[in-house]
């Protein structure tokens, strides 16, 4: 396994009072899976994201990323983690204004210590990812320049720039129409195909329905687990059978 949570659980101090926001939380994922995680708003899903990223400690419970126990490791070693294994999509396509995108996209690889490569390599390993993503041509451009679906597959690029065994992904479509939504989730798929792991947290069903398993979460319990995709081939009949799942739930 990838990830193994263990009984986690997680509360935020609100005034003098602890909140809970996710209740003895047991998951495994396994390489090579894609994973969704669903539930209404404020039912803990980003919340479970961060503890399974280390981006945000548990409360209590264990983390476990290939054997090692995120709760234990310190500030420091979480970020070398987080930087050299895995990568992070957000609904806020974080970029830096003063940068091109290619070189937005090359930060990561310049910042990690794991490769041995020059700058040119770094650069040129930026350029392949971005003619993968069919972007190529806005490699000069300010982040300004370009549209939003130009700009979150830009953010895929850099999320891939470390090789990461891991891949973060919260509401990667969140802020993009559904063309480019589709186009994102397209290249998702692809990479999830080459063998990435990829856990991501979505509200939409039909971005959902292109994972193999989802779960549904609701006031910080996994209330189910849909592992029927798989055998569907079919993308309407997917997203049919996943939206009858839900509402079996009470989405």
């Not at 609701?218 to 209330?223: L, M, R, S, T, Y």
Request: charged share 25%; aromatic share 4%.
């Amino acid at each position: 396994m990838v990830i193994e949570l263990h009984d986690i659980c997680k509360s935020y101090l609100q005034g003098k009072e602890q909140v809970p926001v996710l209740h003895h939380i047991d998951l495994d994922v396994a390489e090579g899976e894609y994973l969704a995680i669903m539930g209404p708003s404020g039912s803990g899903k980003s919340t479970l994201l961060y503890a399974i990223s280390g981006m945000d400690r548990a409360t209590s419970g264990q983390v476990l990323f290939e054997g090692k126990d995120l709760t234990k490791l310190s500030e420091k070693e979480l970020a070398k983690i987080r930087l050299d294994e895995m990568g992070f999509i957000f609904q806020q396509m974080y970029m830096m204004k003063n940068l091109t995108i290619l070189d937005n996209i090359v930060l990561p690889a310049a910042e990690s210590k794991k490769s041995k490569e020059s700058r040119g390599q770094k650069q040129e390993r930026g350029e392949q990812l971005m003619r993968k993503m069919g972007i190529i041509e806005i490699a000069d451009n300010d982040i300004n320049e370009v549209s939003g679906g130009q700009l979150q597959r830009a953010c895929i690029c850099r999320s891939m720039m470390n090789r990461p065994k891991l891949l973060f992904a919260d509401e990667p479509t969140g802020a993009l129409n559904r063309t480019s939504s589709n186009e994102v989730m397209d290249e998702l798929v692809k990479l999830n195909n080459e063998g990435t792991t990829i856990v991501m947290v979505t509200h939409d069903a039909k971005v959902a329905a292109k994972c193999g398993r989802v779960l549904f979460i609701v006031d910080g319990n996994i209330k189910g687990e849909y592992t029927g995709l798989k055998e569907i081939t079919d993308g309407k009949e997917r997203e049919r059978s996943l939206n009858n799942w839900l509402l079996d739930l009470g989405w």
